[in-house]
């Protein structure tokens, strides 16, 4: 090999070692998700695989909702959250005139793409992946009540915006 191969070699792996992918430069610029969850959400779609329903065998079956069914199927509003800076959470559940079915209340945090939900009850978590203004979630929930947190949560979320609309 001739000194110009090695030197452009040498320079070739020096530079090329320091480039970024546009992903990797997307990533750095992207703000945590702490600060991208802040604000109000509504569920436009959810999918629940509910493995041994109240913890019997041969129960499993899978809870799928989709935008649209909410009023027209379950005569409810799509439930939304409201995430406020101060580290609490609201999600508030209402019918179709509007008047409040439920609420859950809670403490949330994050951690790297992970949020954590803290109920008096129950603690959560949710990875979370954020894109075009829709929130994906998914995580292990106890969607049957049976006391165990084995049943298959994926959720969309639509950002509605930065304050809370409830």
Known sequence: ????????????????????????????????????????????????DIRSAENKPDSSYLFEIEEGQFERIFRVKPYRTYFAPDSTFRTVHRGIPGDIISQDKGLWNTFGDTLMLLQSDATMQFKVAIRNGMGHFTGFVDFDGDGQQDDAYYAIRRFVGKHSYE
Not at 4 to 22: D, P
Not at 28 to 37: Q, S, V
Request: proline share 4%; hydrophobic share 40%.
């Open 1 to 48: 090999m001739n000194r110009w191969t090695i030197w452009i070699f040498l320079l070739t792996l020096t530079f090329g070692c320091q480039s970024e992918t546009a992903e990797e430069k997307a990533a750095a610029n992207t703000p945590p998700l702490y600060e991208r969850l802040m604000g109000t959400w509504e569920t436009t779609y959810m999918k629940v």
